[in-house]
Structure formats: structure tokens, C-alpha cells
């Protein structure tokens, strides 16, 4: 049995007020983990107190955006238990989640995986978490630390922008 894929959101943005930037990337996030049967988990979103369990959270965002047919899937995801919230990963991500890849243009020297590595983890049972580095400066270099492989989507070095990023690495990992 195939492990399962998590796509993991790091908020590199702002780590006190929920910015539209957070909404969309949420909004995108959604179809995209429906669509190639992924998990979704945040990192450190600065969600309002009073909106307590991922299903509150996917129903706020769904009145509040029109993409992914008005958050719908987003709602559909959390409804089916595979979306997640997380404060910061201090100490290192919930184990649960399974291997941690970070997703970036850099990746350290000796720690560079393909996607057909990811691809093999996943088919022999491994479940992942990809983190994506929401913002202008990316993951931080904590977290880098905090991964053993490092995935280029490119395999060039380019800098792709977060949804690109997103659905480039998602649909070659889980691309059928």
C-alpha cells in the first residue's frame, strides 16, 4: 500500500495577522491536494482564536474567497479529515506526517532528491510531508535542518512563484 503525500504550508509571512496571501494559498491548496489524493497541513498560520478546528477554518475561508469553487474543496478536504493545523515546528514536524522534504531551489549538498525519489518513498509504503515556504524569503534556515532531502523541482536552481511551485511539485510526484 502506497504511503500518503502531505503538502505542508510554512507561514513565512506575517506571524500575527492572517493576510490574503494566507486565504489564497489555502484556496489553491485545496483542489490541488483532492486532486492527487494529498493531506494538507499549515505551519504557524496566524488563524483566528475563535476559529478553533481545521473544518472552522476551511468554512471561514470558503466565504471569503471564489477560487477552488468558493473554497468548496477546501471544505470537501477538511471534511474527510486530511487538513491539518500546526503551530511552528520547533523542535521538528509531528512525525505522523511522515518524512520531511523541503521544497527549494538550494538544496544542500548530499541531501538532493529527484522526484522519482519521492515517487519510490511513497509507492514502497513511506508516507511525506513536502513544506513549501510561503513568502518573499522562503523557508527558513531552521527548517531546512530540520529535513534530510531536499527537493528542486527545476533541477536547475530556478525560483518558482508558491503555486506554481505547488502544483509543478505535487503533479510530478503524484502524476499519474
Avoid at 527549494?104 to 514502497?124: A, F, H, I, Y
Wanted: proline share 6%; net charge positive.
Amino acid at each position: 500500500m502506497p504511503g500518503r503525500v502531505t503538502i505542508g504550508l510554512y507561514n513565512s509571512y506575517d506571524p500575527v495577522k492572517f493576510r490574503e496571501a494566507h486565504r489564497r494559498v489555502l484556496a489553491r491548496a485545496g483542489p490541488l491536494a483532492l486532486a492527487f489524493d494529498c493531506n494538507l497541513a499549515t505551519f504557524g498560520f496566524p488563524y483566528d482564536k475563535e476559529l478553533g478546528t481545521p473544518s472552522e477554518i476551511a468554512q471561514w475561508v470558503s466565504t471569503t474567497t471564489s477560487i477552488g469553487e468558493e473554497g468548496a474543496y477546501l471544505v470537501e478536504l477538511a471534511g474527510k479529515g486530511r487538513f491539518s493545523c500546526f503551530d511552528y515546528p520547533n523542535k521538528g514536524f509531528p512525525p505522523q506526517l511522515g518524512e520531511v522534504i523541503v521544497t527549494t531551489r538550494k538544496p544542500s549538498q548530499g541531501r538532493s532528491v529527484s522526484t522519482q525519489d519521492v515517487r519510490s518513498l511513497v509507492k514502497s509504503g513511506k508516507s511525506v510531508i513536502l513544506v513549501f515556504g510561503l513568502g518573499p524569503h522562503g523557508l527558513p534556515k531552521e527548517v531546512f535542518g530540520m529535513a534530510q532531502k531536499h527537493l528542486d523541482i527545476t533541477g536547475r536552481g530556478y525560483s518558482l512563484e508558491t503555486c506554481t511551485a505547488l502544483g509543478a511539485v505535487v503533479g510530478s510526484v503524484m502524476g499519474r
